[in-house]
């Protein structure tokens, strides 16, 4: 784009350059020196701290053990129902708006309403009740059982999307010309469409990872917060709202980023042993 002679695309470029600063790159320094600027010690007193103390270490351990096996789960059962639906039908755009209501309504929503459906007097109990499959109410709530339905209801629905936005940009001709061939459908899938489809399992992975171990209301509503689902961003809260002492709080901050950052770098690591390649060819 050039005007009288000049190139304004430089000028284009400020305006977003100043937003990613605002909104991204301050927030964050301004935590990573907070953080170093503890109440009480020298300048990594709030580290020390933290890996000191069992009760705040310990919430890594718990935050991992919730958010890694639901990620796993809500990716191996994207991927399959994802692939089946690869297809244009009026199947894939009904259960594509069913599934997007999850991710409209929001962590918070999803997790209330399952207050009143996982409680003793709730809907779930009450039908098993009535239909005599069981002869007391199923104790869910304030277990990390619950924790885990709420992050598949609203996790699923979104690696689910990402996995079917990746399967129908693969050329479909590949898998024809490999039935061609002789090749069966399970072979098509193991040969051509998981090769491909490595890069976007991993991308779905790591942001369905860290959509999992940012868990704070399920947790909260849902969980036992002060006992076995009691994360790291429990641990956050409690120290800038409860101890008001937002340095620790901004150490804490930082130590989940970076236990985010380890898992999403391996990951990514992993997957450039897979196939690197274009996942379409020229599609339509």
Request: proline fraction near 8%; aromatic fraction near 10%.
């Amino acid at each position: 784009m050039r005007a009288a002679g000049r190139d304004l695309r430089p000028l284009l470029v400020l305006p977003g350059l100043a937003v990613v600063l605002g909104l991204f790159c301050y927030p964050f320094l301004y935590g990573l020196f907070l953080s170093f600027e503890p109440l009480e010690g020298g300048p990594l007193a709030n580290y020390a701290e933290f890996f000191s103390n069992p009760r705040l270490y310990g919430t890594i351990g718990t935050t991992l053990w919730l958010s890694l096996p639901i990620t796993i789960l809500n990716v191996g059962l994207a991927l399959p129902v994802a692939y089946a639906l690869r297809k244009p039908s009026s199947s894939q755009r009904i259960i594509t708006t069913i599934l997007v209501v999850p991710i409209t309504l929001g962590t918070v929503l999803a997790a209330e309403g399952l207050l009143s459906y996982l409680s003793p007097n709730g809907w779930m109990n009450r039908a098993l009740l009535d239909f005599g499959l069981i002869s007391e109410p199923i104790r869910l709530l304030h277990k990390p059982a619950a924790v885990i339905i709420s992050l598949v209801i609203t996790g699923f629905p979104f690696a689910f999307l990402m996995m079917l936005s990746y399967v129908t940009g693969i050329d479909p001709t590949l898998a024809r010309a490999a039935a061609t061939l002789g090749a069966p459908p399970f072979r098509q899938f193991m040969r051509i469409y998981l090769p491909l489809l490595a890069p976007g399992i991993a991308i779905t992975f790591c942001l369905c990872f860290v959509q999992a171990f940012a868990v704070f209301p399920s947790a909260v509503m849902l969980g036992a917060p002060a006992g076995p689902t009691r994360v790291i961003s429990i641990a956050a809260y409690e120290a800038a709202f409860e101890q008001y002492d937002y340095s620790l709080a901004s150490a804490i901050a930082i130590i989940m980023g970076i236990v985010q950052l380890a898992v999403v770098a391996a990951v990514l690591g992993l997957r450039n042993l897979a196939y690197r390649g274009p996942a379409a060819s020229g599609k339509g």
